[in-house]
C-alpha cells in the first residue's frame, strides 16, 4: 500500500510475552489508519466465572467483563460487568460505568507534552529502544 494512500486500513495481532507471568495471556495489537475515529486505548479483558451467574449464559458465552483505558483523545476509565437485568427472571445484560475526565482550565492538547519536551523532561516519550522493538513486531505486517 502506497504511503500516501487515504484507503482505511487495520491491522490486529495476537501476540504472548515470553515470561511466566504473563504465560498463556493473549495481548491484542490494533491499529490503523484513515478510520472513522481515532483514540488509544488498554483494555484489559477479565475471565468469565467458573459457574454459571445468569440463567441465559454459559461460563463462556457473552461478552467478557472489562476494564478500559482511554489514553486519548481524552482520558477516561470504564469498566463494564455483566449484572442482573430489572425483573423477575435471572437474565444477565452487559453494563459500562464510563468516567470522563473533563476539568474546566484542563491544558490544551500537547501543552503538557511541548511544555516537558522544552524542559528536557522525557518521561512522557517513548525510548529509541521501544520503537525499534514496536518495529520489529509490526514492519513484517504486509501493507
Same mark, same amino acid.
Given at each position: 500500500m502506497a504511503k500516501d494512500s487515504d484507503v482505511e486500513t487495520f491491522c490486529a495481532l495476537r501476540l504472548f510475552i515470553d515470561s511466566w507471568r504473563w504465560q498463556g495471556? &493473549?495481548?491484542y495489537l490494533r491499529s490503523g489508519k484513515c478510520l472513522a475515529a481515532t483514540a488509544a486505548e488498554v483494555l484489559v479483558e477479565l475471565k468469565p466465572p467458573p459457574q454459571r451467574l445468569f440463567d441465559d449464559s454459559a461460563p463462556v458465552d457473552g461478552r467478557a467483563n472489562y476494564l478500559r483505558f482511554r489514553l486519548s483523545p481524552n482520558s477516561a476509565v470504564a469498566l463494564a460487568v455483566r449484572v442482573k437485568r430489572a425483573g423477575k427472571e435471572f437474565v444477565g445484560e452487559q453494563r459500562e460505568l464510563y !468516567? !470522563?475526565?473533563e476539568q474546566p482550565g484542563e #491544558?490544551? &492538547?500537547y501543552e503538557r507534552l511541548l511544555s516537558d519536551a522544552m524542559a528536557g523532561n522525557g518521561a512522557l516519550f517513548t525510548s529509541e529502544e521501544a520503537v #525499534? @522493538? @514496536?518495529w520489529v513486531v509490526v514492519d513484517p505486517v504486509p501493507g
Open positions: 495471556v &493473549p495481548w !468516567l !470522563l475526565n #491544558e490544551a &492538547p #525499534e @522493538a @514496536a
